[in-house]
Structure formats: C-alpha cells, structure tokens
C-alpha cells in the first residue's frame, strides 16, 4: 500500500531498482542528522508515529539532514540492488511538510567494481545527470521519468539545499549479463528478477501484490506472496510472467509458505511462445493467437511447502521454448514465490 497521499504510480509496471529487497543500499551521504539514509531503499511505505522523538528531535520514516546554515546541498549516494536501465523515480517525501526539500537532482554511474563508497566521491567518477534540478512538493509522492538509455550500478540524490525524503524509488529494467548466464551448465531461475523477469498481469491481487511472486529469498510473511480473494463464482485465478530470457524449463517451484489456512488446493502451468517479448497486460484479455503449452499439469498442493516439480513435468515444457509463464491456481488462494529454472 502507498503512503497516505494518494497518486498513480506511472512507473508500476517497472521494478524499483534500489529496493532493499533486490539488495539495494544507501552508501554515503554529507549528512543525515535527524534520520538515517538507510530509510530512503525501505520496502516498506513510510509511516509517521505522533510524539515519537529521537535526542537529535522529531522522530521521521525516511532520510533527513539537518538545517544548511552555509551554501551548497545535501546528497546521498545508493547502489541499485541490480544493474538496469532507469525509467523513472519517485521521491516520496510523505509526512515531510515544512522539511522537505525545494529541489532535487539525480545523477547515475556505471559501475559495478567499487572499492570504496568513499571512491565515489572522487573527481575522477563521471556522474551523468538523469533529471535536472527540479522542484519538488512535500508530503507527495513525485514521480518524474528519466530519459537515459544506458546501465547503471548507483545512483546519486541531491537535494536543494536540505530536507527530508521518506523513499527514493528507481523505477528501470533489469540488465543481465545474458552473455554469461547462457553458459551456465546447471539451470538458472529464469523468472528471477535479477535475471530481468517480471510479473506482467494476473486477474486478481487483492491481498497480495503480484511483484511479490518473484522477489528474491523467501517471503517475509503471509503478505509478501501474491493472494486473491476468496472466489465465489465458478473459475480459478492466475498470473503471467515474463521470463528473463526465452527458454527451456528444467524445474519448477511452487511455494506456499505461510499459507496454511488459503492456499491453493491444486496448480497448473502454462508456458507461451512470442520471440518479439513485447506483449503488454492488456495483450493477455484480448483475443490474441496466444498458443499456451501445459507444462505442468493439474497438481495437488500443499500448505506451507516448498514444491518442487520436475520428473511431472510434460516433454514439451524441455524440449519447448518459452517467454512467458502462467501459473494458474484452483479455486483461489496465496502463493509466496516462483521460481522457473531452466537454460535460455
């Protein structure tokens, strides 16, 4: 759930690169007096605790430095939790309304061998300027769109000339080494984020959101999974993923953890073929000459396990190739995590 300040993300169909979760961190900063740089990559939205009080002053959920009493700005430096491609940022300054910065900047940086965060610091690193100085409002969520094409490792968040932001979002696409992982001789989880996955679409994500599915590790609780409601009309539910690369399917895991009293009583999986891997969420409701391809059939399944499927999978799911995935739950219920391992 967002902040308490409504607004409509443009950029959530993309992943935040800087998430905590995908194991991104705030390196280094000039200053954060009142409130630790480490807040801004949080996963979690931002909240405000009345009459909460630190010795330094008023307790806040975010990255906050003191007030500039001489010229200049206040910066913090964070490494993307993976390399990609910036599409977009938001700079949530909710509950920040007399201290939030008037502007900010954003700059990024390739690279993906750093000694030191100090290092980065230095006259020699070659910052690129994504967004211009630019204005902000307080207790909002601020999104902008970034233009630059390239890879990026870091990102640089300068704010004019001090203030508090509660969460920094960098909004991208995943960018492989495919290079490499092609020459894996073991399988590679294919719907992984880190290897450029995304979740595209489902037709129902109303307890759990649907980017959980494909997180890294395993769920924190019950509401890190993906979970409908209960189902009171004939059907079942369902969610696609986009695969990292096209491939073959070797193994796949289907785990419920925390689920014990709504997981799904039975799963199945599909696997689709489309080489331009351009399809967008409305593709999958339209009548579109998708050719879906079982590769696991119906299954039973189980509360709070971790399962694994592998000699139950059909010929056609490894001698195929695939780009996107479907796993379809019967009636309804929670599922934590995906994972497709197989060689692209």
């Known amino acids: 759930m967002e902040s308490h300040t409504n607004s409509t993300n443009p950029f959530q169909h993309l992943i935040d690169l800087a998430s905590e979760r995908l194991g991104g961190k705030a390196l280094l900063t000039n200053d954060d007096f009142f409130a630790p740089k480490s807040n801004l990559v949080k996963a ?19 990255w906050e430095s003191r007030r500039r009493r001489v010229p200049g700005y206040d910066w913090c430096i964070v490494k993307l939790g993976v390399p990609g491609k910036i599409q977009g940022v938001n700079l949530n300054t909710a509950f920040f309304t007399g201290n939030y910065p008037e502007h900010f900047s954003l700059e990024a940086l390739y690279c993906p061998k750093v000694e030191t965060p100090t290092s980065l610091t230095k006259s020699k690193v070659q910052w ?16 902008f769109p970034a233009t630059n094409d390239k890879a990026w490792t870091h990102v640089r968040l300068n704010i004019f000339p001090d203030g508090g932001v509660a969460r920094l979002r960098v909004y991208g696409t995943v960018t492989p080494n495919w290079e490499r992982l092609k020459k894996s001789k073991t399988p590679i989880d294919l719907a992984a984020i880190s290897h450029g996955a995304q979740v595209i679409t489902c037709n129902d994500n109303h307890y759990g959101r649907m980017e959980n599915l494909i997180l890294p590790g395993k769920a924190l609780n019950m509401g890190d999974g993906w979970e409908t409601k209960r189902k009171r ?7 696609i993923v986009k695969l990292g690369a096209t491939g073959s399917v070797r193994k796949i895991e289907v785990d419920t953890q925390f689920f014990k009293g709504n997981y799904p009583d039975t799963c199945s999986i599909e696997g689709c073929y489309y080489p331009k891997r351009d399809l967008k969420p409305e593709d999958f409701s339209k009548s579109r000459d998708l050719k879906w391809v079982e590769l696991l059939p119906q299954t039973k399944l189980k509360a709070h396990h971790s399962h694994f499927f592998d000699k139950v999978l059909t010929a056609a799911a490894k001698e195929g190739s695939f780009d996107y995935l479907r796993l379809n739950i019967f009636p309804d219920g929670g599922v934590s995590r995906l994972r497709v391992y197989g060689f692209a």
């Open 233 to 239: 009309v004939p059907g079942h539910d369902w969610i």
């Open 128 to 143: 690129v300027e994504l967004i211009p100085k630019t204005s902000l409002k307080g207790d909002s969520h601020n999104f």
């Open 44 to 62: 979690i939205e931002p909240i405000f605790i009345p009459g909460k009080y630190t010795l330094k002053g008023k307790w806040m959920d975010g």
